[in-house]
């Protein structure tokens, strides 16, 4: 088709645009002349056109319609099996120094990149519907908020970002009103149809390109239809350019839960905890105590968004609008609070198994294990298949308001305050149950040696140990050494008796038979009642060359079926271990080269010196 037959085209979804906003329409013709879709569709955010687009999704054969009387309006739809995961390895943050996007993150040139991208892109629309979606990220009434355009010709990334985020014509008449700046979020599956052809369930591209503009704020997402690659508002915007926003603008974009946690004399704590992707985030966001007197209620279970509030306290909000949970291990006994949420309905799972009875299933899910299943790439399945039924990596998308515990705080602009940050990976060995920070500059250091087990959430080896500094390595927009500075200039606006404790956690170290040492999930509870408790003065510790780890009569083991020698095993600092650590750490730091803060080569070097002494 050549340019003159598209112009009718053009011409036509520029007069029904539903706005007068000049860049926009710019920006959407610019796109639409590149990509050169057979449409192009504003989203609304109405129920009524999400239920137009679930239908069709249906209908094409990506999305089925779950049993109403299990799930109510819910859907679940396999992608390609080559399309199942973030692609780390095809991330790119395009700064205009190469300096300035550093070591953890690809780089390539911004010109040189355009170029390929507009090759990628040209007419990869083509036989396709392109939808126009705006959403903000945070509140729409916020201070100061954060908008975005998100382009896509997928309608299964249209119907999730109506979950995730808040999204359509309220957030467009916003961006009018306030003639603001929104990122420009471009998304292709990277399939174009011929006239005639006939679509597949799930179309993507075999080439991936996931890439960040962190000087021009822009995304370009093209070959993926899976959620972080895909639904441009949630890591690529809320992280990626976000940190980048933060850095400037002097506040934290931050790959962390937010749990509001009320104690029996009633008095409230807000919690902050990074764990890399598929490490408990969700898990601990819906957390359900163990421990009698204590209420959990949840904010957020994967992005936070941090700065300093008027009095020096450090406020927390939650930019997102749903849950993209890891569907294997939420389960009845594990995670109820998410079994609620997701048993109400409107939500649509990836990857996940399907039931004889229209319903879904997952390992985890249930003890018992149903005897027939369709698996995630449309197979019988039974349990003696020994393969797993639902992909590793599979999700439930699922809104934030369906959670019965969701704090009212959630709906503040301002957000909650923030009393303890925690840092956790998932290591079989070394790194204690809990270990509290000597002080802040201390705890950053924890957080910039975090280390991790690889797991199914990227695309990659799973269960390789990798540093991952405050959980945000694939995530960081800029410079690693830099983010680190950040971190500790930053905390300067703060008020200093207010600043957060920080604190290090495991919930997965392994004991010599090979099992958990922590029983974890709710359990976790327990470890949170003694970091308050540290907050309070309340609670022994015990000194170790890394910090402070609990004695174990400070831990509350009411009701637990652990010994004294148990709880040792799971908080002990064992000097061979840690050797090894050192040398990881030493060389994790080498990495940074001049840009690594000296703050923490002066806490490596302390460190080194407690354990020789
Ligand atoms: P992303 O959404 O990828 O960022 O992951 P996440 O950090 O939210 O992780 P999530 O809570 O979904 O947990 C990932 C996996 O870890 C699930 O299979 C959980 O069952 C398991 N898990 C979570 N918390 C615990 C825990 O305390 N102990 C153990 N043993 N496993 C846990
Ligand atoms: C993660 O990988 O950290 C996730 C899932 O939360 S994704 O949206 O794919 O990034
Ligand atoms: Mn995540």
Same mark, same amino acid.
């Given at each position: 088709?050549?340019?003159?037959?598209?112009?009718?085209?053009?011409?036509?979804?520029?007069?029904?645009?539903?706005?007068?906003?000049?860049?926009?329409?710019?920006?959407?013709?610019?796109?639409?002349?590149?990509?050169?879709?057979?449409?192009?569709?504003?989203?609304?955010?109405?129920?009524?056109?999400?239920?137009?687009?679930?239908?069709?999704?249906?209908?094409?054969?990506?999305?089925?319609?779950?049993?109403?009387?299990?799930?109510?309006?819910?859907?679940?739809?396999?992608?390609?099996?080559?399309?199942?995961?973030?692609?780390?390895?095809?991330?790119?943050?395009?700064?205009?120094?190469?300096?300035?996007?550093?070591?953890?993150?690809?780089?390539?040139?911004?010109?040189?990149?355009?170029?390929?991208?507009?090759?990628?892109?040209?007419?990869?629309?083509?036989?396709?519907?392109?939808?126009?979606?705006?959403?903000?990220?945070?509140?729409?009434?916020?201070?100061?908020?954060?908008?975005?355009?998100?382009?896509?010709?997928?309608?299964?990334?249209?119907?999730?970002?109506?979950?995730?985020?808040?999204?359509?014509?309220?957030?467009?008449?916003?961006?009018?009103?306030?003639?603001?700046?929104?990122?420009?979020?471009?998304?292709?599956?990277?399939?174009?149809?011929?006239?005639?052809?006939?679509?597949?369930?799930?179309?993507?591209?075999?080439?991936?390109?996931?890439?960040?503009?962190?000087?021009?704020?822009?995304?370009?997402?093209?070959?993926?239809?899976?959620?972080?690659?895909?639904?441009?508002?949630?890591?690529?915007?809320?992280?990626?350019?976000?940190?980048?926003?933060?850095?400037?603008?002097?506040?934290?974009?931050?790959?962390?839960?937010?749990?509001?946690?009320?104690?029996?004399?009633?008095?409230?704590?807000?919690?902050? =905890?990074?764990?890399?992707?598929?490490?408990?985030? *969700? $898990?601990? &966001? @819906?957390? /359900?105590?163990?421990?009698?007197? #204590?209420?959990?209620?949840?904010?957020?279970?994967?992005?936070?968004?941090?700065?300093?509030?008027?009095?020096?306290?450090?406020?927390?909000?939650?930019?997102?609008?749903?849950?993209?949970?890891?569907?294997?291990?939420?389960?009845?006994?594990?995670?109820?609070?998410?079994?609620? =949420?997701?048993?109400?309905?409107?939500?649509?799972? *990836? $990857?996940? &198994? @399907?039931? /004889?009875?229209?319903?879904?299933? #997952?390992?985890?899910?249930?003890?018992?294990?149903?005897?027939?299943?369709?698996?995630?790439?449309?197979?019988?399945?039974?349990?003696?298949?020994?393969?797993?039924?639902?992909?590793?990596?599979?999700?439930?998308?699922?809104?934030?308001?369906?959670?019965?515990?969701?704090?009212?705080?959630?709906?503040?602009?301002?957000?909650?305050?923030?009393?303890?940050? @925690?840092?956790?990976?998932?290591?079989?060995?070394?790194?204690?149950?809990?270990?509290?920070?000597?002080?802040?500059?201390?705890?950053?250091?924890?957080?910039?040696?975090?280390?991790?087990?690889?797991?199914?959430?990227?695309?990659?080896?799973?269960?390789?140990?990798?540093?991952?500094?405050?959980?945000?390595?694939?995530?960081?927009?800029?410079?690693?050494?830099?983010?680190?500075?950040?971190?500790?200039?930053?905390?300067?606006?703060?008020?200093?008796?207010?600043?957060?404790?920080?604190?290090?956690?495991?919930?997965?170290?392994?004991?010599?038979?090979?099992?958990?040492?922590?029983?974890?999930?709710?359990?976790?509870?327990?470890?949170?009642?003694?970091?308050?408790?540290?907050?309070?003065?309340?609670?022994?510790?015990?000194?170790?060359?890394?910090?402070?780890?609990?004695?174990?009569?400070?831990?509350?083991?009411?009701?637990?079926?652990?010994?004294?020698?148990?709880?040792?095993?799971?908080?002990?600092?064992?000097?061979?271990?840690?050797?090894?650590?050192?040398?990881?750490?030493?060389?994790?730091?080498?990495?940074?080269?001049?840009?690594?803060?000296?703050?923490?080569?002066?806490?490596?070097?302390?460190?080194?010196?407690?354990?020789?002494?």
């Amino acid at each position: 088709m050549g340019d003159n037959a598209r112009q009718p085209v053009l011409d036509e979804t520029l007069k029904n645009a539903p706005t007068t906003h000049a860049k926009l329409l710019a920006w959407v013709a610019e796109v639409s002349e590149l990509t050169q879709p057979d449409s192009v569709y504003w989203v609304d955010g109405s129920e009524a056109e999400y239920k137009q687009l679930t239908d069709e999704l249906v209908e094409a054969g990506t999305l089925k319609r779950l049993n109403p009387e299990l799930f109510p309006n819910s859907f679940a739809g396999s992608s390609d099996p080559k399309d199942v995961a973030r692609v780390e390895e095809r991330t790119f943050i395009c700064s205009e120094n190469e300096r300035d996007s550093g070591f953890t993150n690809n780089w390539m040139d911004p010109a040189k990149m355009k170029g390929i991208l507009r090759e990628r892109f040209a007419g990869s629309m083509r036989g396709r519907t392109m939808y126009v979606i705006p959403f903000v990220m945070g509140h729409l009434d916020a201070e100061d908020p954060k908008f975005g355009v998100e382009i896509t010709d997928s309608a299964y990334v249209v119907a999730s970002m109506r979950i995730m985020a808040r999204i359509g014509s309220d957030v467009l008449r916003k961006i009018e009103e306030l003639d603001a700046f929104f990122v420009p979020a471009l998304h292709s599956v990277g399939a174009p149809l011929e006239p005639g052809q006939q679509d597949v369930a799930w179309p993507c591209n075999e080439e991936k390109w996931i890439v960040h503009f962190p000087e021009e704020r822009s995304i370009w997402s093209y070959g993926s239809g899976y959620g972080g690659n895909a639904l441009l508002g949630k890591k690529c915007y809320s992280l990626r350019i976000a940190s980048v926003m933060a850095r400037d603008e002097g506040w934290l974009a931050e790959h962390m839960l937010i749990l509001k946690l009320t104690s029996p004399e009633n008095k409230a704590y807000h919690i902050a =905890a990074a764990f890399p992707s598929a490490c408990g985030k *969700t $898990n601990l &966001a @819906l957390l /359900d105590p163990t421990i009698e007197g #204590w209420k959990a209620e949840t904010l957020g279970d994967d992005i936070n968004w941090m700065r300093f509030g008027k009095d020096g306290e450090l406020r927390a909000v939650n930019p997102e609008f749903g849950l993209f949970g890891v569907a294997p291990g939420t389960g009845w006994s594990t995670n109820p609070n998410a079994m609620r =949420a997701i048993a109400k309905g409107n939500s649509i799972f *990836t $990857n996940v &198994a @399907l039931t /004889d009875d229209g319903g879904v299933w #997952w390992e985890g899910m249930t003890d018992e294990v149903p005897e027939h299943l369709t698996d995630w790439q449309g197979n019988d399945w039974t349990p003696e298949a020994g393969r797993p039924a639902a992909h590793p990596n599979s999700r439930f998308c699922t809104p934030i308001d369906q959670v019965d515990m969701l704090a009212p705080e959630y709906h503040d602009p301002q957000g909650v305050a923030i009393d303890a940050i @925690l840092f956790g990976g998932r290591r079989k060995t070394t790194i204690p149950l809990v270990t509290e920070a000597r002080d802040w500059t201390n705890g950053i250091f924890m957080g910039s040696t975090l280390s991790s087990e690889t797991t199914a959430a990227a695309a990659g080896a799973v269960g390789v140990v990798r540093r991952d500094p405050m959980a945000m390595l694939p995530f960081m927009g800029y410079d690693a050494g830099d983010y680190l500075r950040h971190w500790i200039t930053v905390s300067g606006k703060g008020n200093q008796d207010r600043l957060p404790k920080i604190f290090l956690v495991n919930w997965f170290r392994r004991t010599a038979d090979g099992g958990f040492a922590w029983p974890g999930f709710g359990d976790n509870s327990r470890v949170l009642k003694w970091a308050i408790e540290r907050i309070e003065g309340k609670a022994d510790a015990t000194e170790t060359p890394i910090g402070f780890v609990p004695t174990p009569d400070s831990l509350d083991l009411t009701g637990l079926d652990m010994t004294p020698e148990q709880v040792e095993e799971a908080v002990k600092v064992d000097p061979a271990e840690w050797a090894e650590e050192l040398k990881g750490i030493e060389e994790w730091y080498a990495r940074f080269g001049e840009s690594l803060p000296e703050q923490l080569s002066a806490q490596l070097k302390v460190l080194q010196e407690r354990f020789a002494a």
